[in-house]
C-alpha cells in the first residue's frame, strides 16, 4: 500500500505539506511586529484583530470561546496559526534540515472558517457545511508586503465533477490547512467528493491514506528543532 501511494503521489505530482500549528499571539516574522488581538467588548460581537507590520485586518470572531484559555486556543474551532512548507520529495531528516533555508523557506498563514453569517456556530452552522467560507491570511516576508489574503467555500460539484472557481481545490496547502478546521463528517465529506482522483490504482484506497498524511507530517513539523542563527526576543520560535 505505501509503495501504491507513492507511485500515486509521484505520478500524479501532488504535494504533502507539513504544518505546525502555533498558539502565539505576539512575536516577529520576517523582522516585522506580529499581534493578535482579541476584543471582547460587545461579548455578541467579537472582534480579532490581526496586525503584521503596518497591514491590519480586523476579523468577526466566527466562534467565540473561553477567554480564560491562553493565546489562541479560545479560536481553535474556527482559526489556526500555521508554520508550513511542502513535504514532498523530502524524508523527514532532510526536512528538519533543509527548513528555513533558501531551498525550502517556511511560510506562515493564518487560517478561518466562517460558517454562514447568521447562523448559531455550535449548531446549524456546523450542520451547513456547503455555506462555510475559508479565508487564508498569509505573511508575506518580501519587505513593504502584508497579508495575501484569499477566500475559498467548500467544494459544492458533485462526485467526478470537476470543482468549482472560488471553492477549495485538492492538492493545494489552503485546502490541506483546511481539512484541520474542519470536523470528522465534514472531512469525510469532502474525501468523497474527491475519491474519483484516485481512479489511477488498479483498487480502492480510502482517502484518509492520502489525507492521514498532513496530520502525520503536521505531528513530525511541531518536533522540528531549534535552528542555530541567533533570533531576537519574541521572534516566533521553532520547538
Known amino acids: ?31 516585522r511586529n506580529v499581534t493578535i488581538t ?37 479560536h481553535s474551532d474556527w482559526l489556526r496559526l500555521v508554520r508550513f512548507a511542502p513535504m514532498s520529495g523530502r524524508t523527514m531528516v532532510e526536512y528538519k534540515r533543509d527548513l528555513g533555508t533558501p531551498e525550502l523557506p517556511e511560510r506562515l498563514a493564518i487560517v478561518t472558517r466562517v460558517p454562514l453569517p447568521g447562523a448559531d456556530p455550535k449548531s446549524w452552522g456546523e450542520v451547513w457545511i456547503k455555506d462555510w467560507t475559508f479565508e487564508f491570511y498569509e505573511f508575506i516576508p518580501s519587505p513593504g508586503s502584508g497579508f495575501q489574503v484569499e477566500r475559498y467555500k467548500y467544494p459544492s460539484h458533485k462526485r467526478g465533477q470537476k470543482p468549482k472557481a472560488g471553492e477549495l481545490m485538492d492538492n493545494t496547502w489552503q485546502f490541506q490547512a483546511a481539512l484541520q478546521l474542519m470536523p470528522q463528517q465534514a472531512r469525510e465529506r469532502l474525501m468523497g467528493k474527491f475519491r474519483d482522483a484516485m481512479s489511477g490504482l488498479s483498487w480502492t484506497l480510502p482517502l484518509a491514506t492520502i489525507f492521514g498524511t498532513v496530520a502525520i507530517f503536521a505531528f513530525g513539523f511541531a518536533f522540528v528543532p531549534s535552528r542555530s542563527e541567533p533570533r531576537s526576543k519574541g521572534e516566533l520560535k521553532r520547538n
Not at 52 to 64: F, K
Request: no cysteine; glycine share 6%.
Open 1 to 31: 500500500m505505501a509503495v501504491k501511494v507513492r507511485e500515486y503521489n509521484r505520478d500524479e505530482k501532488r504535494i504533502a505539506y507539513a504544518f505546525d500549528t502555533r498558539n502565539d499571539t505576539e512575536f516577529t516574522f520576517s523582522g
Open 38 to 74: 482579541t476584543d471582547r467588548t460587545d461579548p455578541a460581537h467579537q472582534t480579532l484583530t490581526l496586525k503584521y507590520g503596518d497591514d491590519i485586518r480586523r476579523l468577526r470572531v466566527a466562534i467565540p470561546g473561553s477567554e480564560f484559555l491562553p493565546g489562541l486556543l479560545p
